[in-house]
């Protein structure tokens, strides 16, 4: 397996997500609450190392 690049840009609370291949994914974190174009899920970070996470389905 080779070495993978990816790079994040941020602009205000929008994250645009690239790879070596191009753009890949975007997402949007307000507060706790966040959003990502690629899962379709909702997460909501709870206190400590724990987060809730609604599938797209």
Known sequence: MGVMLRK???IGPITLH????????????????????RAKAHRFDLPGPLHWKQDKS
């Open 18 to 37: 690239f790879t070596q291949n191009g753009f890949s994914s975007w997402s949007v974190k307000i507060g706790r609450w966040s959003w990502n174009s």
């Open 8 to 10: 994040q840009k941020k």
